[in-house]
Each structure stands twice: as structure tokens, then as C-alpha cells.
């Protein structure tokens, strides 16, 4: 409780100006006001969050005049709007960025400590919402902070999960999941709209008719019914009047109770309806590259893919007399396969529904949808059996057969006599347990397709969708990521941010090209040191971060050299400690050596059924264990696992870091786009020619990234020559020592069978050629504690990595998608009043 947070407890209300005004006594008006009738406290009273929920509201007014007038202006234009389909969006807590996109940092800070509160302490308390599980959830957040900002009609649509991403605690080492509570103190920056709420059917099945004109028609008689209730949240734009709609779904029973079972006293039979509605939308599945094959994953989706469609069909409708203009009112973007039953819905709903003739929706269906692959991994590769699937959407799998019957009819005029090819083009999987092929239905309603950094949409071409690109290369391209200055600069690094504008003004925030301006800095010893100054105090910042999670102290002059990403095994956070493993062995042999000291620091989820990755979690911390409590290593190890990694701890580490670990097996990471992050906040990358890796070393320069590791075609040869990992083991003496090391129990107290899986498992097989690639990563890291040593250098290398960062802006991938696959302009937004008599 807050002892008298405000100096008011009897606020004079003036609605109009309260909701509106900018100056800091208005702000602080409006928070008094809006503590005391929104909230229901006054200061005696009142909890920190209810602090911040006045706050809230206070800039939620302020935006509601560009939410409305942006929705007013796209009603009525003619222009095309983007809707981006998405499963997730890792959005991260909105207060902070508001405030920034809004330009009203400085009267709200000083409203705020005029009330007795601090800003800071009041944007740290909010719950961020976790409706994603990592990169692509992530990616698709920074994507409509840039549709926002490029002043671009768009709306994501996506689910209002009850339960994100779960909340990680470590326990004895051991990663144990907490369920997410993120709207258990309200969520205010949304408003439900029950009164668009729309009604999706299931199950059931489907039959034949003929309509009055004598047409042959379908039916799809529904099992049951589940509304979607649509929740909206603004996205502003930067220092622009945009903000664009992010409308998530929530579900819920068509009827709260089934009267007939009611009335003959069945009551808990009448309610479970309503609790298996609502279930739909309870809780994101927490695997991150990893299908779930589960009923309910496959009812999520077509519930939002529904809502979302038959949301675009009701707007289109409101301002047009059919649907054959659909494609040119939409672009419909489809971020992985997760949505991609939107193809075979909206036929559904053009023919079905709407009456339109087969190869006229089709043609509606192929502009409309573009595609994202995110991923080549095969086990994330989306499939549905056929039982399944039919069960749930008897009327869908009708539809995907006979889209696969044409399409197929195509591939064999193209291709006579080629019967496997057809096999390998079929949507629907014929071998083993039969499947309808997710990515391939994606494909072929699709008019563009695309991976997500270079080498990732070369290599979509040659293995997982060959034959598509065989025969539409027309369709392919790719998009590099990026990830927005905005939140991941300007939010997360402002001293760093400031620094940079105090010496090229701030146009790079909008343009990040403009950080070219920066590139003669780097020579110049003051900036230099300016610059060590405020990497010093962001380390500071997380070494007092860590201390109040941890009780660890750590030396902000070492070295941060950190790992923070999903817990994977291509991701290889475990090639990471074996070189732990190995300094400290370096160290115990020879206790004066001068190494570099450093701060190794982790953090990351594992999905809750994936056990190596757990069993990585339980290493690092083991490692961690023996290595900070040994005083003969004293300052120079430090190993942190920090709990709970998401947005709001990406916002405390990226800017701290030194050095970025991006040391995925060469193929694997599509893009990755937290070592942009990294990058963009001065950290030096250590990493494979992988995913986005490639392309930032090439804008930053080879002598100011440090390489080491295989590359894709030398994985794809040590592995198609048979690769025996236990040969590494033997013949390197570096090696041996740290996995015997691990096998004699040293960091488990003695139990040897502890992490045997993990390591029988690296010296089995070895999938992700760790132990292929040691020794280089040893000896990079080796140049990288050299290099450190040299800290005029390793300044100005970090200068001319931030200098070359333009490329990674999200605002640049956004506009090659709005000009290449969408086809979209800016409309820009004035600011005057919609009612300005007050009508
Ligand atoms: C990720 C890719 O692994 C990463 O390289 C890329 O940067 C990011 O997408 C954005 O493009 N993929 C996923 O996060 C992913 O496939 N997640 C699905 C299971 C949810
Ligand atoms: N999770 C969070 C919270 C992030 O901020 C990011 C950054 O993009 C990611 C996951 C993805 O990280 P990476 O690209 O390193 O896999």
C-alpha cells in the first residue's frame, strides 16, 4: 500500500480536458481522477497497480482519438488493409512504449513524480502479456509496431489467451513451470466488443442440397457452436497519429446454458458446454518449433482463423455490395502454418456461404493470402491426421480435397507420368498415418511465399518446398526480419539511445539508416569513451538486476558474454557450457592464468515436455553451482541462469550485453532476431554463418563479428559421411576432459547417471554437431577474451556494429512486404476531432 500517493484526494473533474489534456497538472489530474473512479481507492489506499492502472487509463485516453479516427479513415478509403494472422504476439508491457510512441515521456514522468510515484517503478509493474512463445511471436509484435509507424492500414488478429507463456522458476536447477496470471489484475488496454462477437461451428457433418436454382450445394451442419468475442488493442505508430487495431478472440459457449438439459435438472451437464467453449482459448501451447498434434491446438486455430475471416467479411460487406473485390480490400498475411486453414475457410465461406463459384473464390482465396515460413526444423512441421481432422472440420477436409484435386490436376499436365512427384506435392499425405500437409496447403492458396532471412528462403526452396518453387519460382522470395528501434533502442537503452541523438539528432529512430552517422564516432577517443561510460552504467543496471534475483554479485568490468533464447538443442546452449567447462578446467590446471574475467549469463524456456532442453537448464545451473562457489576462480567465472526470460528481461539484457551468442548448427535458425537486438545495442556477435547471422556480419563487417563453425553444406557433408561424435571425443584432449568431467559427477555430487542422456546423446548422435563444432568455438572465444582486453578496440567495433544496424529495423522488412507481397500504400492520419462540437 502507497502512503498518500497523491496530493489530492478530491480531484476536480473536468471530463473533457481530463481524458485529453497534455500538460503535466491536467496528467496529474487525470490520474487522481482516475485512481479514485476507475480504480475505486484513494492514495491511503491505494496498491502500486492500481497506481498503474490510473496511469493506464490516463495514456489509453490520450491514444483513443488516433484509434478511432484511424479505424474512421480506413472505413473510408478505398485503400487495401494488411491483416496479419498470427497465433501469437509476444507483445511485451505496452506503458512504456505508449508513452515513447506517444512523445509524452517527459510531462508524464514529471505528472507522476509530482504525485509522489515513480515512473519507473510503475511501468516495471506491469504484467506483460506473453501470447507468444518467442521469435515468430515476437516478430509478429515489432511487425505492427512498424505497420504503425509506416502509417500503414492494418489489423492483427490473433487469441486472447487466459494463460501466455508460462512463468519459469528454477528449483534446485530444474526449470518448473508457473502458470501465467496475466490478466489477474486487469488488462487495461483493452476494450471488449461483445457486440461483434461471431459465431464458429465444429464438428458435425456435412450434406448435400440443391438451392432454388437448382445448383448443387454443400452443408455443414455444425455439432456445436462456439462464440469468439473480439478484445482490441491500440498499436501507435512513432511520432505518427496511427494506431492500428490488434483484435484477439476469445471464446466462448454460443449459449451459456443448454435450456433442455436444464430444465430436466441436468444443470452440470448444461454448464460444461460452456466451460468446453471457453476452454478453446484458456492457455497457449508452450512448445516453441515443436508441433502439438492435439485436438484442441487445431480448434484454436480455425476458431481465430474463423473469426478473423468472417471479421473481414463483415467489414468488407459494410462498404461493398459482394465479395468479389475481397483480395483488393485485404491482404491476408499468414505467419507459419498455424492460420493456414484460413485458405480452405474462406473458400468455405465464398462458396458455401457466400455462393460464389469454385474457380472464382479461388481465385479470390490465392490474392488474398500471402505465406510465412518461419522454421525448417521437421518437427515443427504442421500435419493433422486425417480422422482428426475430419472429425472437427468435416466440411474443411471436403474443401482441401478438392483444392488438391485441381492442384494435383495441374501438377500432371505440367509434369505426365511423374507419379512421385505427385506423391511428393500432395496436400495430403498418403504414407503412413495419412495427413493433411499444413505448409503445403499454405503453399498452394498462397500468391507469395516466403522465408525469413536469406540463406533460410534459399534453403526453403531446396528442401521443404522444392517442388512448389519447381513449379512457381514466381511465388518465392525472401524477407529478412527485423525488430523494431522503438522498443528494443529507444525503450529498453536510453542512455544509449541518447548518447546517439545527442551526436546525430534522433531521425534515426524512424530511418535506422540514419546510424550510418555514427560511423566516424568510432574514431574518435572522447565518443569512445562516452560510450564505455554508458555501456558500464547499463551493466551496472543488470548486475543490480541480478543481485535482487539472485543474490549473486557480479563484476560489471567482466566480460557479459550472453545466451538468452528458447532452450534448444540447435540453438546449442549446451556447446555454450562445455566451453564453461572448459575455461574452469583451464583455470583449475593453471590457477594464474590470465583469462579475460567473464560473466557468463543465460536465460531461456524450455517447453514443458521436452526434456533435454530441461536437462541443458539443469547443467548450467549445476556448472554454475560449482563454479561460483569455488574461490580459486574467484571474480574471473561467473555463470547466472536468470529466471523467466521474456520481453521485459530482453529489455534489461540486450543493452548489457558484450558479447551475443548466436551459435546455432549452420541450416537450422531461420533468421533469429534477437542477435539483431544485441547487435543494434552494441554487443559483438559470436556465431555460425546462420539465419540473419549471415547478413549482419556482411553490414558489419567480418573483422567485427567473430565467426568460427561449420557452414550448412559442411553440416549437411559431416553428417551424410556418417559423423561419429565420439571420434571428436577421442582425438581432442579439451574436449574429453570436459565431458569426462560431466560423466564422473562433479557437478551432480556425484550421481554419474544424471546428465548421462545428454551427453550419451552427444556422443550417440549428436544431430546438432556440437562436439563437431568445439574446438572452433573454443578458439573464437579465445580471440573474443584477447580482443576484449583491447577495450579502445572492442568500443570501436561495438560503434561500428551499431552504426551498420539500419538494414534490421523491422520498418525495413515491413516496407519490402508492403510493396512486394501486399501491395499496400501509406494513409495517413490527421488528429482533428471526430465530433469536434461534442455531438
Ligand atoms: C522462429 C525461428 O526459429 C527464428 O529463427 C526466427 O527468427 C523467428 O521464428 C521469426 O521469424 N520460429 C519460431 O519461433 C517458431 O517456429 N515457433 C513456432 C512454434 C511456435
Ligand atoms: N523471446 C524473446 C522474449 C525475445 O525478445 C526474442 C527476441 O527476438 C526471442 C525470444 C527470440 O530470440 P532468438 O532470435 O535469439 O531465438
Known amino acids: ?64 482519438q488516433r484509434w478511432l479516427n484511424t479505424f474512421q479513415t480506413y472505413l473510408n478509403c478505398d485503400n487495401r488493409v494488411v491483416c496479419y494472422l498470427s497465433a501469437e504476439y509476444l507483445l511485451g508491457p505496452h506503458l512504456g512504449n505508449n508513452l ?96 461483434s462477437a461471431v459465431l464458429v461451428k465444429l ?17 455443414w451442419i455444425a455439432g456445436s457452436l462456439v462464440k469468439g468475442i473480439p478484445y482490441d488493442t491500440p498499436i501507435l505508430g512513432y511520432k505518427v497519429s496511427t494506431a492500428n487495431n490488434l483484435r484477439l478472440w476469445k471464446s466462448e459457449a454460443a449459449e451459456s446454458f443448454d435450456f ?109 493470402f500471402g505465406f510465412t515460413n518461419h522454421t525448417l526444423l521437421p518437427e515443427a512441421l504442421e500435419k493433422w491426421s486425417l480422422p482428426l481432422f475430419g472429425e472437427m472440420l468435416p466440411r474443411h477436409l471436403e474443401i482441401i480435397y478438392e483444392i488438391n484435386q485441381r492442384f494435383l490436376d495441374q501438377v500432371r499436365m505440367k509434369y505426365p507420368n511423374d507419379g512421385d512427384r505427385l506423391a511428393r506435392l500432395s496436400i495430403i499425405d498418403e504414407a503412413g498415418e495419412k495427413s493433411v500437409r499444413m505448409a503445403y496447403l499454405a503453399t498452394v492458396g498462397s500468391h507469395a511465399i516466403n522465408g525469413v532471412a536469406a540463406l533460410h528462403s534459399q534453403l526453403v526452396k531446396e528442401t521443404i518446398l522444392k517442388d512448389f518453387y519447381e513449379l512457381w519460382p514466381e511465388k518465392f522470395s525472401n524477407k529478412t526480419n527485423g525488430v523494431t528501434p522503438r522498443r528494443w533502442m529507444v525503450l529498453s537503452n536510453p542512455r544509449l539511445s541518447n548518447l546517439i541523438s545527442s551526436r546525430i539528432g534522433d531521425g534515426w529512430i524512424k530511418n535506422l539508416d540514419e546510424l550510418k552517422q555514427l560511423e566516424p564516432f568510432a574514431d574518435l577517443a572522447g565518443f569512445r569513451q562516452d560510450w564505455c561510460k554508458v555501456k558500464r552504467e547499463v551493466k551496472q543496471d543488470l548486475a543490480r538486476y541480478i543481485h535482487t534475483r539472485t543474490d549473486l554479485v557480479v563484476n560489471p568490468d567482466s566480460l557479459f558474454d550472453v545466451q538468452v533464447k528458447r532452450i534448444h538443442e540447435y540453438k546449442r546452449q549446451h556447446l555454450n557450457i562445455l566451453h564453461v567447462i572448459h575455461l574452469y578446467l583451464q583455470i583449475k590446471n593453471n590457477p594464474n592464468l590470465d583469462v579475460t574475467p567473464r560473466t557468463f549469463i543465460y536465460g531461456g524456456k524450455a517447453a514443458p515436455g521436452y526434456f533435454t532442453a530441461k536437462l541443458i537448464i539443469k547443467l548450467i545451473n549445476s556448472v554454475a553451482d560449482v563454479v561460483n562457489n569455488d574461490p580459486t576462480i574467484g571474480d574471473r567465472l561467473k555463470v547466472i541462469f536468470l529466471p523467466d526470460y521474456n ?38 556477435t559470436i556465431g555460425t554463418l546462420d539465419g540473419a547471422n549471415i547478413e549482419i556480419r556482411e553490414e558489419v563487417g567480418a573483422e567485427n563479428f567473430f565467426l568460427f563453425g561449420l557452414t550448412t553444406p559442411e553440416v549437411e557433408k559431416t553428417l551424410a559421411e556418417g559423423y561419429q561424435p ?73 560503434i561500428l556494429n551499431v552504426a551498420r544496424m539500419g538494414k534490421f529495423s523491422s520498418d525495413r522488412t515491413i516496407r519490402e512486404y508492403a510493396e512486394d507481397i501486399w501491395a499496400i500504400k501509406p494513409v495517413v492520419i490527421e488528429l482533428e476531432d471526430l465530433c469536434p462540437d461534442g455531438q
Open 1 to 64: 500500500h502507497l502512503p498518500m500517493a497523491f496530493n489530492t484526494t478530491n480531484p476536480l473533474i473536468q471530463v473533457e480536458d481530463d481524458r485529453t489534456g497534455l500538460s503535466v497538472e491536467t496528467l496529474k489530474r487525470a490520474l487522481a481522477d482516475n485512481l479514485f473512479y476507475l480504480q475505486g481507492k484513494f492514495p491511503a489506499i491505494a496498491t502500486k497497480n492500481d497506481c498503474y492502472m490510473a496511469l493506464a487509463y490516463t495514456i489509453r485516453d490520450r491514444l483513443l
Open 100 to 195: 515513447i510512441n506517444l512523445g509524452l515521456w517527459e510531462p508524464v514522468q514529471q505528472a507522476v513524480e509530482e504525485s509522489g510515484l515513480s515512473l519507473d517503478e510503475l511501468i516495471d509493474i506491469e504484467e506483460e502479456p506473453g501470447l507468444g512463445n518467442g521469435g515468430l511471436g515476437r516478430l509478429a509484435a515489432c511487425f505492427m509496431d512498424s505497420l504503425a509507424t509506416l502509417e500503414i492500414p492494418a489489423i492483427g488478429y490473433g487469441i486472447r489467451y487466459e494463460f501466455g507463456i508460462f512463468d519459469q522458476e528454477i528449483k534446485d536447477g530444474w526449470q518448473v513451470e508457473i502458470t501465467d496470471k496475466w490478466l489477474q489484475l486487469g488488462n487495461p488496454w483493452e476494450i471488449a466488443r461483445p457486440e
Open 203 to 219: 464438428g458435425g457433418h456435412t450434406e448435400p442440397y440443391t438451392d432454388d436454382q437448382g445448383n448443387y450445394r454443400v452443408r
Open 260 to 368: 433442455q438439459r436444464f430444465n430436466v435438472g441436468d444443470y452440470y451437464g448444461a454448464v460444461q458446454d460452456k466451460m468446453s467453449s471457453e476452454n478453446l482459448t484458456k492457455v497457449l501451447y508452450p512448445n516453441d518449433e515443436q508441433i502439438q498434434g492435439k485436438e484442441l491446438r487445431l480448434a484454436q486455430q480455425y476458431f481465430f482463423v474463423s473469426c478473423s475471416l468472417q471479421d473481414m467479411i463483415r467489414i468488407h460487406l459494410s462498404d461493398n455490395p459482394t465479395l468479389e473485390n475481397f483480395h483488393e480490400h485485404f491482404a491476408v498475411q499468414m505467419n507459419d502454418t498455424h492460420p493456414s486453414i484460413a485458405v480452405a475457410e474462406l473458400m468455405r465461406l465464398l462458396v458455401d456461404e457466400h455462393h460464389y463459384e469454385w474457380q472464382r473464390a479461388w481465385a479470390i482465396t490465392e490474392a488474398t
Open 647 to 684: 520481453v521485459k528481461f530482453g529489455q534489461r539484457v540486450y543493452p548489457a550485453a558484450d558479447l551475443s551468442e548466436q551459435i546455432s548448427t549452420a541450416g537450422k535458425e531461420a533468421s533469429g532476431t534477437g542477435n539483431m537486438k544485441f547487435s543494434m545495442n552494441g554487443a559483438l
Open 726 to 798: 565420439w571420434e571428436y571425443y577421442n582425438n581432442n584432449a579439451n574436449l574429453k576432459a570436459v565431458v569426462d568431467l560431466i560423466n564422473s559427477g562433479f557437478f551432480s555430487h556425484g550421481d554419474t547417471a544424471l546428465f548421462r542422456p545428454l551427453m550419451d546423446s552427444l556422443l550417440g548422435q549428436d544431430p546438432y554437431l556440437v562436439f563437431a563444432d568445439f574446438q572452433a568455438y573454443v578458439d573464437c572465444q579465445n580471440q573474443v577474451g584477447e580482443a576484449y582486453k583491447d577495450q579502445e578496440n572492442w568500443a570501436r567495433m561495438a
